[in-house]
């Protein structure tokens, strides 16, 4: 017997939490896989953050830190430069990325640290209930913009990828999505891009995967991948925006 | 030796491989010191962005078992506080230096005792205390740098070393002491998991039932921290009449003032507490057996005292002396005394 599919071994055999036609599952698969394809599992330590991904110590079987809200890049940072031959991976939300750990992100990319940062972008904070995020698009409606998020009020959506490519720290930047097969699989080449571009010792890297909250979106599984489709595509235009090569 | 040089110096003696800061006044020399020795001798300095993102490095560093510090003072403790929290929750060690200044607010960089609630409470949020030295000498700093590396070790809690400003910047000869340092075993550090399972350090207890195991945990270990490592100097308690508590450079200055009133007569002892947290109850509990009176001399508007007070238990009154933003000065701490013994009849 041939076995053609299975868990990856960077994932632990615990149930992920995660709503029905939630995409982190996918995302969380896609890191597992890509550190067992480069056979890193026992080199890698993750960082996850504060957010519905909190939990991800429990998923991925290999070492793994808690962080405070935004504070993931940092320690990551403090982990890496004592131990520079091993593979950080921080996984961060948008609240927790693009608010309060604007700061952290912006200067790990400004340092060019050497860790992989997988930031899911779904437009709203989801485990406090679905309030208004900084990627939050204009006139989308959320918990703390129940009348549509207001370009006077709240400002423009924050456009991470693009943000941290103009970094000269930043050595590999992409934006990617999990709304389907095909561009799954592109997620997953681009998270490997990724963390070959930390082990060369290229500098900072990291991938936005566009992601679906059915929940706080009040849509079903397929009509939020049609929501991803119309409405976050075209603000969030996936692609590479930074490689740096050799 | 400068102050700040010599606690720096100490941790590095202690085996200190990283160091992560951010610059205040007036605690940046510590971090000068690193950013110039840590390169030649193959550790880690780290200027971050905040002192969130300092004290966040410190919790990345100190989880992979390494030995890891971090400087500031008060504006910049109140920020680390949430760090330091999660730290202590996460059972790491780790050495943490307040080189404090007068608040509140921005307030000043003078040298102020201010910061003892911040220390001993807490400051963070949830049940936790961590370790707190306060060094009286530049010798002291150097000393108390590396005995906080073993103490953060030996019960995997974060130790601060909280000196004034003075403290920090005021230069006295050191004599370098040989350290046997005491390593011990970290199977929990977060190193990559060859050839064992994955180690998680967290601090998300979402099961109330785990949330309370994880508290009487701390309990304990508080408790046994309580029991093992009250510290505190103690000089002519033994007749004393008055005992007086100040810690830091200020006992210093009150120890000036007591051997001046001492020579009119009086019948006036020190206590002076090297633990902050945890406070050296027994020995006031002791002196408060034989004396009259406590007088709390503090480089704030009265936090120590409140200790004091526990700690002495209604036994005999206890009455407070101190200024934030000025300093007493020996002879001003002598008249209060000498009021004291007038009022009280010793």
């Given at each position: ?246 | ?7 720096a110096e100490g941790a590095l003696t202690a085996g200190c491989i990283?160091f ?13 010191y690193m950013?110039?020795k840590f390169?030649?001798l193959?550790g ?101 740098a590396m ?32 350290k ?167």
């Open positions: 017997m041939k076995t053609v599919a299975r868990r990856p071994e960077s994932l632990t055999s615990a149930k992920f939490h995660y709503c029905p036609g939630c995409t982190h599952g996918i995302i969380h698969r896609l890191v597992a896989e890509c550190v067992d394809e480069m056979n890193m599992r026992e080199n890698t330590i993750g960082i996850c953050p504060v957010g519905c991904s909190v939990l991800a110590y429990d998923y991925f079987n290999f070492d793994m830190l808690e962080a405070g809200h935004g504070r993931a890049p940092a320690i990551a940072t403090g982990i890496k430069r004592i131990m520079p031959d091993r593979c950080l991976i921080t996984y961060q939300g948008d609240g927790d990325l693009a608010s309060i750990g604007m700061a952290e992100i912006v200067h790990a990319s400004a340092r060019g640290e050497k860790i992989t940062v997988v930031f899911v972008n779904n437009t709203v904070y989801g485990m406090t209930g679905g309030q208004m995020a900084p990627t939050t698009l204009l006139g989308q409606v959320t918990t703390t913009s129940p009348y549509g998020r207001k370009k006077e009020e709240a400002g423009y959506p924050i456009k991470m990828a693009e943000l941290l490519a103009t970094n000269e720290g930043s050595a590999y930047i992409s934006r990617v999505a999990v709304n389907n097969p095909a561009n799954v699989i592109k997620a997953k080449k681009s998270i490997k891009k990724a963390l070959q571009t930390q082990m060369k010792g290229l500098g900072f890297s990291m991938v936005e995967v566009l992601s679906t909250c059915p929940t706080n979106w009040g849509l079903g599984p397929i009509d939020s991948l049609k929501w991803l489709e119309d409405n976050m595509m075209p603000y969030y235009p996936l692609g590479e925006f930074k490689v740096k090569e050799a | 030796m400068k102050g700040n040089e010599a606690l990283a992560y800061g951010y610059p205040i006044t007036p605690s940046s020399e510590i971090a000068e950013a110039k390169p030649l193959g880690t300095f780290v200027q971050a962005e905040s002192e969130l993102a300092a004290i966040s490095m410190v919790y990345g560093g100190a989880s992979t078992g390494s030995r890891v510090m971090t400087a500031s003072s008060g504006p910049g403790i109140s920020l680390k506080s949430e760090g330091i929290s999660i730290i202590a929750e996460a059972e790491l060690p780790c050495l943490i230096v307040n080189i404090s200044r007068g608040g509140p607010g921005l307030g000043g960089i003078q040298p102020a005792q201010s910061d003892y609630f911040q220390a001993t409470r807490g400051g963070g949020h949830g049940d936790y205390n961590i370790m707190v030295l306060a060094p009286s000498s530049v010798q002291e700093m150097m000393d108390f005995d906080a590396f073993d103490l953060a070790e030996k019960y995997r809690i974060p130790v601060m070393l909280m000196a004034e400003g003075t403290l920090g910047q005021m230069m006295e000869p050191v004599f370098p002491r040989e046997v340092t005491q390593f011990t075993e970290k199977p929990w550090a977060i190193t990559g998991c060859k050839g064992r399972k994955p180690n998680i350090v967290n601090t998300l207890h979402l099961s109330p039932e785990f949330l309370e195991y994880r508290n009487s945990v701390l309990a304990d270990k508080y408790k046994t921290i309580k029991s093992n490592e009250q510290r505190a100097e103690t000089y002519w308690t033994e007749d004393a009449d008055l005992v007086v508590v100040a810690f830091g450079l200020m006992s210093r200055i009150v120890k000036k003032a007591i051997m001046e009133v001492r020579k009119k007569g009086h019948k006036v002892g020190l206590i002076r507490p090297i633990t902050l947290w945890p406070f050296p109850e027994e020995q006031i509990r002791k002196a408060a057996e034989s004396a009259k009176m406590f007088l709390s001399v503090e480089i704030s508007m009265g936090q120590m005292i409140q200790d004091v007070k526990l700690a002495v238990n209604g036994k005999v009154p206890v009455e407070f002396y101190g200024r934030i933003g000025m300093i007493p000065s020996p002879e001003e701490i002598a008249k209060q005394i000498l009021l004291l013994a007038e009022r009280e009849g010793f």
